[in-house]
């Protein structure tokens, strides 16, 4: 069995036109701990800077690592194609407080606005239906934020209510396999 380090050179999960998706190991903490210390990049996503590098990778190793072996999937670094560079993160996230599995990006703010972001959340959920056997897939979304919004829309996402989700007034947004919109189906409160 490989040592946490040796994920990163097993190769990419998942590849896109401009992005290699690949498992967060805990190494990529210090990346991470920059990404997650942009107050813009966290402006509609409830959570807080971590406090230091450390912090950092404790959050990596309970949160993104411990996905992987919990799940068999998370959320992965975006590592653009052409340079290696770290750009963010993408990925799919089982919510066992709903029940769902949720498509969540973020990306570094001086790569806003290429269309990474979309191009990531594409090649996401093409691998959540394809490789995983999802029925579906929601994107929860905070109401102000349009350019989140307009990538879930460009991923084939279609607007399926609100809902409260970790104390905070949400869009919910859904898609599914072989389908493009869901009828009727009722959001759940969850704080």
Request: proline content about 4%; hydrophobic content about 40%.
């Amino acid at each position: 069995m490989p040592n946490e380090e040796d994920h990163a050179s097993m190769g990419p999960i998942l590849e896109t036109e401009r992005l290699l998706l690949r498992q967060f190991v805990p190494g990529d903490a210090e990346e991470l701990f920059r990404l997650h210390s942009d107050l813009e990049v966290l402006r509609y996503t409830g959570d807080t800077a971590p406090a230091d590098i450390e912090e950092a990778r404790r959050l990596l190793a309970a949160r993104q690592i411990a996905d992987y072996e919990r799940y068999g999937f998370g959320r992965w670094v975006c590592m653009l194609k052409a340079t290696g560079s770290f750009v963010g993160w993408a990925g799919l996230k089982y919510l066992p407080e709903l029940g769902e599995v949720d498509l969540g990006y973020r990306l570094r703010r001086d790569w806003w606005g290429r269309g990474l972001a979309t191009e990531a959340a594409r090649g996401c959920v093409e691998y959540g239906f394809a490789m995983l056997s999802l029925p579906r897939i929601i994107g929860v979304v905070e109401p102000a934020h349009a350019a989140s919004i307009r990538v879930l829309e460009k991923a084939g996402f279609h607007r399926d209510g609100e809902m409260t989700y970790r104390g905070s007034a949400v869009l919910r947004y859904v898609r599914l396999r072989g389908a493009a919109r869901v009828e009727g189906a009722a959001p759940r409160d969850i704080d």
